[in-house]
């Protein structure tokens, strides 16, 4: 299994700038061991990068052992201090860079370590999901600044695209045991509180209104069971969660209007 150890714990007074009047941003700091990689994640923006030549020094490892640098997104307070690694390669939305030369990373880009694309707070975000002994660790850049927060997508006043963001944000919950987030120490998921919140959701929506109004094709969901129960934002025939989901049966109810589509079609042309 992978090893993760949070460097640098990051920080960021963005949510209260209309109090202090000055922002302040400093990205957390990861380090990933697995199968003789040594990858340091987001090594943004410090008072002085002696910072964290002492923190790899305490873990026996110098700017010289790390073999690749991560950028979850291309925001400059998560990736100022990527010159620091004369022996490095660099991984970012684009693709795997070897000095001038770079080439496509795969999904799958370890045995332990699975990198998927995470838009929302910036296009060109990703997050690593780690397999650890702890479960798996997703390392998310500003899909969550700190534990929780934003509490919504649209509190995010730099996401570049909310709905893409509300998105990212449920797959790394429901993929994650344990979040590394942007600003903010590591943190455990809640699973409980997830399916919780999202049952409220749907009561929520039985209650207040008869219709709501799909985001992605603009139709009127006029039945909260018409509704995708992940994203109730979307109807059913616009769902975009996994065909395993545990919780939604929107591919289900594709097959089964697929199906009725088909026996309209046999009757109407044979």
Known sequence: MAKVKVLVKGYTNADSIAESGEEKNCATIT???DEGLVIVVDPG?????????????EEKLSINDVSLVCITHSHI????????FPNAKVLEFFGL????????????????IQILKTPGHDYT???LFVT?????????????????????????????DYIKLEESRRMVLEMADWIIPGHADIYKVDKNKILKD?????????TETNFIICKKCKKVIEKSEDACLCRPYLCYRCCECDINCDLCSCKRKHKKYYKSWKKIFY???S
């Open 198 to 206: 999202r049952l409220e959701i749907k009561e929520k929506t039985k």
């Open 125 to 127: 975000g990703i997050t």
């Open 77 to 84: 307070d998560h990736y100022r201090n990527i010159g620091m």
């Open 97 to 112: 860079w070897d000095k001038n030369k770079v080439e496509n990373w795969k999904e799958q880009f370890s045995r332990n």
């Open 132 to 160: 650890t002994d702890e479960g798996i660790i997703a390392i998310c850049g500003d899909v969550f600044w700190k534990e929780n927060y934003p509490k919504n997508s649209s509190d995010d006043i730099y996401a570049s």
């Open 267 to 269: 009757r109407f042309y």
């Open 45 to 57: 923006v410090l008072k002085s990068q002696q910072i964290l030549i002492d923190v790899l020094n």
């Open 31 to 33: 380090l990933i061991l």
